[in-house]
């Protein structure tokens, strides 16, 4: 049986079983995938924070979405055509808002340094980073370095590449990895059949593609669902009311509201029966 996906949370309360994930950090707000966006993830109260890794050309672990750079930094090219010390000098702030110049890249070791004792993490491993090896691939060198934040039982790992789910368990049985569902690698499969196959703990899948008997199927088999990326509050409540674990979002703090809205209401719905 999978560890529940909300037990990750340093703060759980029992019964509070649902989990605020802050897509990119509070990225509605911050520059995604950067310290401030953590900062802001922590400081609004969401659960835990999802960013994206990748490898260096000298294969250092950094965070960071697209795999070409212009999007969001002053650069141009690839995440992998850059050294660590090359990408550290790129300013990745300024494209979202002035007021965040010179904000740079982060390695994966930084973001679990401010996040240790704080948030939780689920670590996305691009597609882009993950080769036919797993000894010294991504997907090991991300082990070690959660290994020396010390936040084991406080990281979950996925990736849309079931490679890397594979590589990552064949390295670490115990490690608690969430299949990123894309039709072209699973088809039709039920949830349980894609989790059975890859050895996988957790079920993540975008709002569009979460059908009402992958709800019955998870539920049958307990498998923790969340879903991305929802930024409103009406489709938050739709999916909090059918029950699903947890939620990516890049409005943290408005979530939190809803959050603590619908099980206020649950609880008086709950007294008056």
């Given amino acids: 049986m999978p560890r529940p996906y909300h037990l990750f949370k340093y703060n759980h309360r029992e019964g509070d079983d649902f989990t605020i994930i ?51 930094t002053d650069g141009r090219g690839k995440i992998s055509d850059y050294t660590l010390a090359q990408l550290k000098k790129l300013d990745a702030g300024s494209w979202y808002n002035k007021d965040f110049k010179d904000t740079s890249i982060p390695t994966l070791a930084e973001v679990l340094d401010i996040c240790k004792n704080k948030i939780a993490v689920n670590i996305e491993i691009k597609t882009e980073a993950v080769s036919k090896m797993f ?5 090991e060198k991300c082990l070690k370095i959660v290994e020396q934040s010390g936040m084991n039982g406080h990281v979950v790992f996925s990736s849309f590449d079931p490679r890397a789910i594979m590589h ?16 072209k690698h699973y ?13 996988a703990d957790v079920f993540n899948c975008s709002r569009s593609d979460f059908k009402k008997k992958w709800l ?6 307990n498998i923790p ?3 991305y990326t929802v930024n409103d509050a009406k489709n938050m409540k739709r999916f909090i009311n059918m029950g699903v674990s947890g939620i990516f979002t890049n409005n943290p703090d408005i979530l939190k509201r809803v959050a603590a809205d619908v099980k206020k209401k649950q609880e008086n719905e709950g007294r008056k029966r």
Avoid: W
């Fill in 187 to 199: 088809g039709s499969k039920l949830p349980s059949d894609i989790m059975d196959s890859l050895g």
């Fill in 216 to 221: 019955i199927n998870t539920k049958l088999n």
């Fill in 225 to 227: 669902v969340n879903i």
């Fill in 135 to 139: 000894f010294g691939g991504i997907e």
């Fill in 22 to 72: 802050a897509h990119r950090g509070a990225s509605a707000y911050y520059p995604e995938n950067t310290l401030p966006s953590f900062e802001g993830a922590i400081a609004m109260g969401a659960d835990m924070a999802e960013f994206d890794v990748q490898l260096s050309s000298d294969k250092e672990v950094v965070v960071f979405h697209d795999e070409k750079i212009s999007r969001c």
């Fill in 168 to 183: 990552l368990k064949q390295i670490d049985t115990t490690v608690t990895v969430a299949v990123l569902y894309e039709k």
